[in-house]
Structures are given as C-alpha cells and as structure tokens.
C-alpha cells in the first residue's frame, strides 16, 4: 500500500468472518515439513511451526481517547500467518546497525515485510513527487531498517515475502528504482482509486516462475497503490504484471525464496497460497536450522 492512510476495510472485523479454513492441514498446504536429515519431522511428532517476522506502521494513529505515535500492523496479516500454519511477530521500525539487524534475523524463520506509506525517493536517487507522501523523521527510520532486514535475509537465504511497499522496499533495497506516481505513467489510476476502497486487478504470471507455481496464470488482486518499480533491483526477475505493463511482482529465481506482490493477498483470506508458501519455506528454513 502507499498513501498516509490505510483502507478502512481494516478497522472491522469482516476479514476474520470469510469462510477459510481455520486449521491450514484442511488445505494441505501445510502437513508436514521435510528434514533435510532422517526423512519427514512429523514421523518423528516434532513438525516445525515456523515464526515470521512482519514489519510495522510507525505514525500517529488513534484508539479510544489516545491520539498518539504508534507502531502497530491491521490483523489480517497476523490471520494469514497463523491460518497458514505460522507464528507472527512484529517488527517495529527503529533504528538498527548491522549487528542488531542480524540479532532480530536470527530470531526468525521468515520475513514478511507489508504495506504502508510510500518508500523515500531519495533511496532510489529521486527527488520527491508532489503525490509521494512527506519525508519524515518516522517514514525513515521504516524504510532503512526494512532496507537492512531485506538484505540480511537475502544475504542468510531467510525466505522472504514483500506485500505491495514491501515489494517496493525489496526492489530498492536491492540497487531498483520506482515510479512515484503511477497516473503519470499509465494515465489512470485504477491501481489506487482513493477513498480507502481497494481495487481489483487481474495480474498474469510469468511462466516458470516461483509465482505461477503458487498461484497459476493469474490472478485478481487487491490492490492500493500508487508507486510501482520501474528499474529492477540487482537479482530480481519479473514475475507478474498488471494488464497495463505495471510490474505485480517480482521474485529473485533461486531455491530461496524470495517473493514480492504488490497486492494486498491479506484482504483475501479465503486464498492463502502466497502465505502458505511463505510459511512452508519458513518451515524449512527452521528445519535446516534445528538439524544443522
């Protein structure tokens, strides 16, 4: 997501009451985690359940009678990780150096970097769009402690999903540039309609890639943004696109997984395959981990 203000469909409960399977075993996503020693964990009754970390909002934001600073992450993206068979935990932004990023990386199975405000341009070398939301103090200290979890994990081979700014975020991370303005480079602005209300999207995948494994030739998304990568970050390879040439995903091709949308999968809970295959190759990655 990019904009000041998230969608007002995560202020209610609605997300919670779609009929999804609340045990992920009744998908068969997520039965059984293979050990790269000895055969099958769950023939020996200790399958892995992975825990992912999910990185925050950092802005003012209200509850009750407060009106304060907070970091906090709308439910649903907790929802998708535990019905996929994970244990969330978050991430708030804060200023981090290479040896306290590696410290929070060594806690975890997988990363899970989410939507929120629109990524600094002067990351990407850009100066700023007058639609690209104000460089702030706390819209900083997010993006360099995400850029720093991106390259830690990458760099570990931690599995790593990107969620509409966190695809944004891995692209730059990784040496890529972005359009700030999406209306100025495909004239419409289908991708972010405004008043809080997502828009749906059909994305086609690229054949043989980890993306169209996952969720096949296309797909409908929920989608809310107005930036999109332009130039590709060192590694990454296309995975998706919009109907209109704008990229809806990329993915770095190794056996590591490392995955990015820039739609919002948490809106459909009733389609958990991008959290189950994150959360699966989460497992394994603990797995490798305990038997080494």
Do not use: K
Request: with cysteine.
């Amino acid at each position: 997501m990019n904009g000041s203000s998230y969608p007002e469909s995560w202020a209610h409960a609605s997300a919670g009451d779609r009929e999804t399977p609340q045990n992920p075993a009744e998908m068969g996503e997520f039965t059984s985690v293979p050990s790269l020693r000895g055969g099958p964990r769950e023939a020996r009754g200790d399958t892995v359940r992975p825990v992912l970390g999910l990185t925050t909002y950092l802005q003012q934001a209200q509850t009750g009678v407060w009106d304060v600073r907070a970091s906090f992450l709308p439910a649903i993206y907790l929802e998708g990780v535990n019905r996929a068979g994970g244990i969330a935990t978050l991430l708030p932004p804060q200023p981090v150096d290479d040896r306290s990023t590696d410290r929070l990386l060594d806690g975890l199975d997988g990363l899970i970097i989410t939507g929120g405000r629109d990524v600094m341009p002067e990351s990407h070398g850009q100066s700023r769009h007058p639609a690209t939301d104000e460089d702030v103090a706390d819209n900083r200290i997010r993006d360099a402690m995400e850029f720093a979890l991106v390259r830690g994990a990458v760099r570990r081979g931690m599995p790593l999903l990107g969620i509409c700014r966190g695809a944004q975020v891995l692209n730059v991370a990784l040496g890529g540039t972005l359009h700030q303005h999406l209306p100025d480079v495909v004239g419409h602005t289908r991708h972010q309609p405004g008043n809080a209300v997502f828009s749906t999207s059909t994305v086609r995948t690229v054949p043989g890639t980890r993306l169209a494994a996952l969720i096949g030739e296309s797909s409908d998304a929920q989608c809310y943004h107005h930036q999109a990568i332009d130039r590709l970050g060192e590694g990454l390879i296309v995975s998706a696109q919009a109907d209109d040439g704008v990229i809806e995903a990329v993915e770095i091709p190794t056996d590591n997984f490392v995955l990015a949308v820039q739609w919002h999968p948490e809106e459909r809970l009733d389609d958990l395959r991008l959290f189950a295959g994150v959360v699966q190759a989460a497992a394994g990655y603990a797995t490798e981990r305990l038997d080494a």
